[in-house]
């Protein structure tokens, strides 16, 4: 399982956020230099973050983002999730009735091992918040690569 470049980049544009978190807006040139990322492709998942309730945006010349909870309110979960859908390492996990379903899902003996990963996975995301990241790290960069 790998995450993309949409979550780990959300999560730095949050982060980003929560640093200036009662300041105001923060305009997207900013967050884009702050954090060496892609102007256009930040403004593509902030509109995400955006529908998922997470930032608010002010548009025009005064216009940039900001976060629509406080950063102890926001967990990386909320990000993740937000940016990449539901976290499930199988099909089968996924509760999206889109998801291609294995008829042998009910039977299997690896499907318990997959759901305690991801539930592990999804439990400890959902214990770090946008403050915790914050926390040490007031000049700190996201990871990018």
Known sequence: MKLSTK???SVTALYELAQHYG???VPLKTIA???GLSENYLEQLMGTMRKA???ISTRGAQGGYELAR???DITICDIITAAEGPIALVDCL???E???HCARASECVTRSVWERVCTSIND???SITLADLCKGNEKGVGCCQ
């Open 98 to 100: 889109k998801a291609v």
């Open 33 to 35: 230099m702050s954090q």
């Open 94 to 96: 996924l509760d999206d």
């Open 53 to 55: 309730g997470l930032v």
């Open 70 to 72: 406080p950063p102890q």
């Open 23 to 25: 300041q105001g807006i």
């Open 124 to 126: 400890v995301l959902a």
């Open 7 to 9: 979550g780990r980049y």
